[in-house]
């Protein structure tokens, strides 16, 4: 499957094209010692962070061994990966707490075989959905220069500049939901402020914002 074919999925057809990898089993896969890729050619603050990093650098390169060639011959497998990547480099950049959370919760649902990431929104830092784009719009209705979006799950991402990757994305795309961080010392009742990382899986353009225009406490 071509990436420009994602553009066609509703949210059954996510399921539904998602279903195949139903067959494929955990990897087995065990520690490795290196990152997965070339860290002579690390060229991302990300993949500069690994590679100076060895305890990220070790955990990257389980990701890439639990990343099988059976794996990557799946392609929505592949896309999801594609858009898991783009994610991560938006939503962490150099910062190692959110890619190990990240890359271990990765590790968990490729190493599991699950048949496609969960639909329901994340509640765990780290943790990914897949789900699809539900809405598309700016922070305040008919007013240009901010971005706001919506997913199917629930999500909800909002910021006051205007977000070029959210401006690509369409209403049905399936995107890749995951938690980046959840707010502190809330008030009852008041949990605003949650950031989430998104990979549009039809664009692969990524964003990582925070669910609200104000943090927990705040007006």
């Known amino acids: 499957m071509r990436a420009g074919s994602w553009a066609l999925l509703s949210a059954a057809g996510v399921a539904a094209m998602l279903a195949g990898m139903a067959s494929i089993g955990p990897t087995g896969a065990g520690p490795a010692l290196a990152a997965s890729f070339n860290c002579a050619r690390a060229a991302t603050p990300t993949e500069v962070a690994i590679c100076a990093n060895p305890a990220l650098s070790a955990l990257d390169g389980e990701l890439g061994l639990a990343y099988t060639p059976q794996l990557a011959s ?4 592949k896309q999801v990966e594609r858009g898991w990547l783009a994610l991560r480099n938006v939503a962490c950049g150099r ?18 075989g ?8 994340p509640t765990r830092v780290g943790a990914c959905s897949l789900t699809t ?3 598309v719009g700016t922070r305040l209705p008919g007013v240009a220069g ?3 979006v919506t997913e199917a799950n629930g999500a909800v ?11 690509a994305s369409r209403r049905g795309d399936a995107a890749l939901v995951c938690l980046i961080s959840l707010p502190r010392n809330c008030p009852r009742g008041d949990d605003r402020g949650k950031v989430y990382g998104v990979a549009n899986l039809r664009t692969l353009g990524a964003w990582a914002l925070p669910d609200s225009e104000h943090e927990c406490g705040g007006a």
Do not use: E, F, K
């Open 114 to 121: 699950a048949p496609r990431p969960p639909a329901a929104i």
């Open 157 to 167: 991402q909002i910021s006051y500049d205007q977000i070029p990757a959210i401006d």
């Open 133 to 135: 784009i539900n809405m």
């Open 95 to 112: 910062d190692g707490g959110c890619l190990a959370n990240l890359t271990n919760a990765q590790l968990g649902w490729l190493r599991a």
């Open 74 to 77: 799946v392609a929505a497998v």
């Open 146 to 148: 901010s971005s706001a």
